[in-house]
């Protein structure tokens, strides 16, 4: 059967040189134990939406303009584990401010057209998680500097498949140049 219903979230997506630098901190010095997240599947979320009927979709993203917002930089420095989540991630300091102008920039744009994203129970903390369904297993004191461009954001789909889950880009906004 045909799923109308598309599982969806705005994000930034991560460099494939980044991509291969946190695969690598994933295999070599683990800072957590469980379900690696595929290296393709990288990513900071901006803001999550959950389930939408996928005829909506392209309404969705006509509410979406390019935000007066310059490409940035923005680090990931700080492990973090949540642990009602069980997420094992690296979060974002410098650049944070930015993210949450392009956050809100999406939710401002999405509302004019009666689109909601869901109540969240903290705070918005961009981050990009490295494992699922894990424990931390070593010191998350040590400090990281891995640092880069944001110059766009996107739409993502959430698509389950019988390998597992995979990301996929529906449409990318250019931040202002
Ligand atoms: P996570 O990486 O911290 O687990 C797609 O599912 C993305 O949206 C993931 O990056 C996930 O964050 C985030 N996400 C999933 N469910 C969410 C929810 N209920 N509220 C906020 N973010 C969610």
């Not at 009602?84 to 956050?103: N, T, W």
């Not at 994203?117 to 494992?131: D, N, S, Y």
């Not at 766009?152 to 931040?175: A, D, H, I, T």
Request: proline share 6%; with cysteine.
């Amino acid at each position: 059967s045909v799923k109308n219903k598309a599982r969806l979230f705005f994000a930034i997506d991560i460099p494939q040189n980044i991509k291969n630098q946190l695969e690598k901190m994933q295999q070599k010095n683990p800072v957590f134990t469980g379900r690696a997240v595929k290296v393709h599947n990288f990513h900071i979320t901006l803001q999550f939406l959950g389930s939408l009927d996928r005829q909506k979709i392209p309404d969705l993203i006509d509410t979406i303009d390019s935000p007066g917002i310059k490409p940035f930089s923005l680090t990931l420095e700080r492990y973090a584990y949540y642990p009602k989540a069980e997420v094992g991630c690296i979060e974002v300091i410098q650049g944070k401010d930015q993210l949450k102008e392009v956050r809100k920039h999406i939710n401002q744009s999405i509302a004019q057209e009666g689109f909601f994203a869901p109540k969240e129970k903290h705070g918005f903390r961009p981050h990009v998680t490295l494992f699922r369904e894990c424990q931390p297993v070593s010191d998350l004191q040590q400090l990281l500097n891995i640092e880069l461009k944001a110059e766009r954001f996107c739409l993502m789909e959430s698509v389950q498949n019988e390998k597992g889950v995979y990301y996929e880009v529906l449409e990318e906004w250019p931040l202002y140049q």
